[in-house]
C-alpha cells in the first residue's frame, strides 16, 4: 500500500520559511517524478515544484521561482520542498505527489500523478 505523507505545515509570518516534507512507504521516489502542488481556499489546485524521477532536474512555478527549493533523500525516501521569503498569498494546502514514469519531462498536470498525500497548511501572516 502506497502512503505519501506531509509534514512540516504551519504559521509563519511573512518572509519567513517552512521546509515541507512528504515522506513515501509503498514506493521509491527513485523510480516517480514527485511534484509539489497547493490549493487555496476557493481557488484550483496548482503545480509548484517537481523532481524529476532520476533526481536530476527540477522545475518551479513562476510565482514561486527563487523562493522554492525541491530536494530529494533517496535514503530516507523523502522530497523535501524549502520555501524561503513566505507571502500571504503562499497561504495553501501543499500537498505531494508521485508519478511512476521515465519521461524526461516533470508533469504540471495534477491529473497526471497516481499518488497524492493528504496534505499540510500553510499560513502565512502579513
Known amino acids: 500500500q502506497v502512503q505519501l505523507v506531509e509534514s512540516g505545515g504551519g504559521l509563519v509570518q511573512a518572509g519567513g520559511s517552512l521546509r515541507l516534507s512528504c515522506a513515501a512507504s509503498g514506493l521509491t521516489f527513485s523510480s516517480y517524478s514527485t511534484g509539489w502542488f497547493r490549493q487555496a481556499p476557493g481557488k484550483e489546485r496548482e503545480f509548484v515544484a517537481g523532481i524529476i524521477w532520476t533526481g536530476g532536474f527540477t522545475t518551479y512555478a513562476n510565482f514561486v521561482k527563487g523562493r522554492v527549493t525541491i530536494s530529494r533523500d533517496t535514503a530516507k525516501n523523502t522530497v523535501y520542498l524549502q520555501m524561503n521569503s513566505l507571502k500571504p498569498e503562499d497561504t495553501a494546502v501543499y500537498s505531494c505527489?508521485?508519478?511512476?514514469?521515465?519521461?524526461?519531462?516533470?508533469?504540471?498536470?495534477?491529473?497526471?500523478?497516481?499518488?497524492w498525500g493528504q496534505g499540510t497548511q500553510v499560513t502565512v501572516s502579513s
Open positions: 505527489a508521485a508519478r511512476f514514469t521515465r519521461q524526461s519531462i516533470i508533469s504540471r498536470l495534477s491529473s497526471t500523478y497516481d499518488y
